[in-house]
């Protein structure tokens, strides 16, 4: 294509809104433009990018088996209603109505839909296992839209769906779609790492991996092993725990501990604790209450720790959790926030072990202005409910080996879910099993966000001012820059270099525009061709200026150039 007549409009200045270098790069190089927050238009480039995206994605979920279709956006509230997640997704679920007050929502994930239609479809064993997929575009009502592509409120996603008679055939259809995604995540020239992981809102009764792209501006956190394969996110992320038994034998005998309340006027806080009672954060108790569906809770943690109420929510097998708020700590405990202790609290207490281990620690005295010395943890309070409910921490060590645990920041580019029954039971949802019996599908859920990959590679492919695109989705594989069009030879070179390659079935881009040489090599560090062929004075005696992916000029023949370029595009 010559970039006389490309829609491409580039941007000098970095976007004021533009945090992420992704967002900024693709801003800047006429890649996307917003329409509203976390709403975008892909321009000509981007859309060239992203349908490369898809069109991988759809080789590799077509060799895994796997079938396409398209389902509608627009889904009935009903059916939402009917698998019990109308209420769950909460006010990222967007809702409207038809002229006839009928409602419907736009969405977000598609279980309820491909449920409802395998439902209608299948209704024996013998057309199972089956896989469905389609990419299409998705709907949230994201609070905070941010980072571009990376957290929009319209966003492209492929979706997957097996069906499977029993656990051991969705065994087989998780392995094949996890195998499937680690083909597609290295095609596109990633660093990445699948990580254990919570269902969230799609739910489900197995296992869940997620793929995390690496990277500083990641909104998720990775947690792995220095030593092992262990890896999950930080909602999901274990630790060893020492037996609170023999931690608190270790620590010796408790006899003739006992509390002591203490005035801590105008100290609420852990830190003002520590500054006012002159002690360590790790000999508190930090006491928090929180609302669970329709009830009140307190969960115990160490002082320096925090509360991780993904695991709360696992559990206590809940719908919703939520801190709450400054009039129902009131209630419950007498005191205003900051004040809350475990001692003769009236509600269900989840202890973190390293809590359970403590011989002794500081809390709350559920009064204002007070708190308690020399608690002890199994006998002034309970231990009846003690397990893991915080988040990992710098220091920690891998509940499987026992080394230390790193930590990463990560971008979340697919998930992969064991759903079970979840909706099928919940849409009565059955097949016909070999002996006349009716029996529920047994699914698995594969998410990729594809607009959310594109930034991902951006953010990973960007080197100082310089955008390189890997070869496989490069909007255009070779970037032909003649320094002067005015100039006859370097004109009459790059045309013939540009009808060469084009005849080599290679994407090819020509500036054929008449405009300043820096200009033009702006323009192409933004437009990131993986090759850049750089036609200078060289080109009277036949030499160009070799540009790859590292940024290296290499002055070299026109025949020599076309062979690295065909070895380049052999190679992926």
């Given at each position: 294509?010559?970039?006389?007549?490309?829609?491409?409009?580039?941007?000098?200045?970095?976007p004021?809104?533009?945090?992420?270098?992704?967002?900024?790069?693709?801003?800047?190089?006429?890649?996307?433009?917003?329409?509203?927050?976390?709403?975008?238009?892909?321009?000509?480039?981007?859309?060239?990018?992203?349908?490369?995206?898809?069109?991988?994605?759809?080789?590799?979920?077509?060799?895994?088996?796997?079938?396409?279709?398209?389902?509608?956006?627009?889904?009935?509230?009903?059916?939402?209603?009917?698998?019990?997640?109308?209420?769950?997704?909460?006010?990222?679920?967007?809702?409207?109505?038809?002229?006839?007050?009928?409602?419907?929502?736009?969405?977000?994930?598609?279980?309820?839909?491909?449920?409802?239609?395998?439902?209608?479809?299948?209704?024996?064993?013998?057309?199972?296992?089956?896989?469905?997929?389609?990419?299409?575009?998705?709907?949230?009502?994201?609070?905070?839209?941010?980072?571009?592509?990376?957290?929009?409120?319209?966003?492209?996603?492929?979706?997957?769906?097996?069906?499977?008679?029993?656990?051991?055939?969705?065994?087989?259809?998780?392995?094949n779609?996890?195998?499937?995604?680690?083909?597609?995540?290295?095609?596109?020239?990633?660093?990445?790492?699948?990580?254990?992981?919570?269902?969230?809102?799609?739910?489900?009764?197995?296992?869940?991996?997620e793929f995390?792209?690496?990277?500083?501006?990641?909104?998720?956190?990775?947690?792995?092993?220095?030593?092992?394969?262990?890896?999950?996110?930080?909602?999901?992320?274990?630790?060893?725990?020492?037996?609170?038994?023999?931690?608190?034998?270790?620590a010796?005998?408790?006899?003739?501990?006992?509390?002591?309340?203490?005035?801590?006027?105008?100290?609420?806080?852990?830190?003002?604790?520590?500054?006012?009672?002159?002690?360590?954060?790790h000999?508190?108790?930090?006491?928090?209450?929180?609302?669970?569906?329709?009830?009140?809770?307190?969960?115990?943690?160490?002082?320096?720790?925090?509360?991780?109420?993904?695991?709360?929510?696992?559990?206590?097998?809940?719908?919703?959790?939520?801190?709450?708020?400054?009039?129902?700590?009131?209630?419950?405990?007498?005191?205003?926030t900051?004040?809350?202790?475990?001692?003769?609290?009236?509600?269900?207490?989840?202890?973190?072990?390293?809590?359970?281990?403590?011989?002794?620690?500081?809390?709350?005295?559920n009064?204002?202005?007070?708190?308690?010395?020399?608690?002890?943890?199994?006998?002034?309070?309970?231990?009846?409910?003690?397990?893991?409910?915080?988040?990992?921490?710098?220091?920690?060590?891998?509940?499987?080996?026992?080394?230390?645990?790193?930590?990463?920041?990560?971008?979340?580019?697919?998930?992969?879910?064991?759903?079970?029954?979840?909706?099928?039971?919940?849409?009565?949802?059955?097949?016909?099993?070999?002996?006349?019996?009716?029996?529920?599908?047994?699914?698995?859920?594969?998410?990729?966000?594809?607009?959310?990959?594109?930034?991902?590679?951006?953010?990973?492919?960007?080197?100082?001012?310089?955008?390189?695109?890997?070869?496989?989705?490069?909007?255009?594989?070779?970037?032909?820059?003649?320094?002067?069009?005015?100039?006859?030879?370097?004109?009459?070179?790059?045309?013939?270099?540009?009808?060469?390659?084009?005849?080599m079935?290679?994407?090819?881009l020509?500036?054929?525009?008449?405009?300043?040489?820096?200009?033009?090599?702006?323009?192409?560090?933004?437009?990131?061709?993986?090759?850049?062929?750089i036609?200078?004075?060289?080109?009277?005696?036949?030499?160009?200026?070799?540009?790859?992916?590292?940024?290296?000029?290499?002055?070299?023949?026109?025949?020599?150039?076309?062979?690295?370029?065909?070895?380049?595009?052999?190679?992926?």
């Amino acid at each position: 294509m010559k970039q006389s007549q490309l829609f491409m409009s580039t941007l000098r200045e970095v976007p004021a809104e533009a945090e992420a270098l992704s967002h900024q790069q693709l801003l800047r190089g006429g890649y996307i433009r917003q329409v509203a927050a976390g709403i975008y238009t892909y321009l000509p480039l981007g859309w060239r990018v992203l349908r490369k995206i898809e069109n991988i994605i759809r080789q590799e979920m077509n060799a895994s088996g796997a079938q396409e279709l398209h389902m509608p956006a627009i889904q009935p509230a009903e059916l939402w209603k009917e698998s019990g997640r109308y209420d769950v997704y909460g006010p990222e679920l967007i809702r409207l109505y038809d002229r006839h007050e009928r409602e419907f929502v736009l969405g977000p994930t598609h279980e309820e839909v491909i449920t409802s239609l395998v439902r209608q479809e299948v209704s024996s064993y013998r057309k199972l296992p089956v896989n469905l997929y389609q990419i299409q575009t998705k709907y949230r009502d994201e609070r905070r839209p941010r980072f571009g592509l990376l957290r929009g409120r319209e966003f492209i996603m492929k979706d997957a769906y097996s069906f499977d008679t029993d656990w051991e055939g969705l065994d087989h259809s998780y392995r094949n779609m996890y195998s499937t995604y680690e083909r597609i995540f290295k095609r596109f020239g990633l660093r990445f790492k699948a990580v254990e992981a919570d269902a969230g809102a799609i739910g489900g009764q197995g296992e869940t991996h997620e793929f995390m792209a690496l990277a500083e501006i990641g909104e998720d956190t990775i947690v792995s092993c220095s030593s092992c394969e262990y890896a999950a996110n930080l909602e999901q992320a274990q630790m060893a725990v020492i037996d609170e038994a023999d931690r608190r034998a270790s620590a010796g005998t408790d006899e003739g501990i006992s509390m002591e309340k203490i005035a801590t006027p105008n100290v609420k806080s852990i830190q003002e604790l520590v500054e006012f009672l002159q002690v360590s954060s790790h000999q508190l108790i930090k006491t928090l209450l929180y609302k669970v569906d329709d009830k009140l809770i307190a969960v115990l943690v160490r002082g320096d720790r925090e509360v991780n109420e993904v695991k709360v929510k696992s559990y206590l097998q809940a719908e919703a959790v939520e801190l709450a708020d400054a009039g129902e700590v009131q209630r419950a405990t007498g005191a205003p926030t900051g004040f809350a202790g475990p001692v003769g609290l009236p509600l269900q207490l989840l202890v973190d072990h390293e809590v359970a281990s403590m011989l002794e620690g500081i809390t709350g005295a559920n009064e204002v202005d007070m708190h308690l010395m020399r608690v002890r943890p199994g006998i002034d309070f309970s231990l009846e409910q003690t397990g893991d409910f915080r988040n990992a921490a710098e220091g920690d060590r891998c509940p499987r080996c026992g080394e230390s645990l790193l930590f990463h920041r990560g971008i979340e580019l697919g998930h992969v879910f064991k759903l079970g029954t979840k909706y099928s039971d919940a849409l009565s949802a059955t097949y016909v099993d070999a002996d006349g019996r009716e029996k529920p599908f047994v699914m698995g859920c594969y998410g990729i966000g594809v607009s959310r990959v594109m930034a991902a590679i951006a953010e990973q492919s960007i080197e100082g001012e310089r955008l390189v695109w890997p070869i496989s989705v490069a909007p255009f594989q070779v970037h032909i820059i003649p320094v002067s069009v005015k100039d006859e030879s370097q004109s009459a070179l790059a045309e013939r270099l540009y009808r060469d390659l084009t005849d080599m079935r290679l994407e090819v881009l020509l500036d054929d525009r008449d405009e300043r040489a820096g200009v033009k090599f702006k323009d192409g560090d933004l437009l990131g061709a993986p090759i850049r062929i750089i036609v200078g004075r060289g080109a009277v005696s036949g030499e160009v200026e070799f540009m790859g992916s590292d940024g290296a000029k290499v002055s070299m023949s026109v025949a020599d150039a076309l062979e690295r370029i065909r070895e380049a595009s052999l190679a992926n």
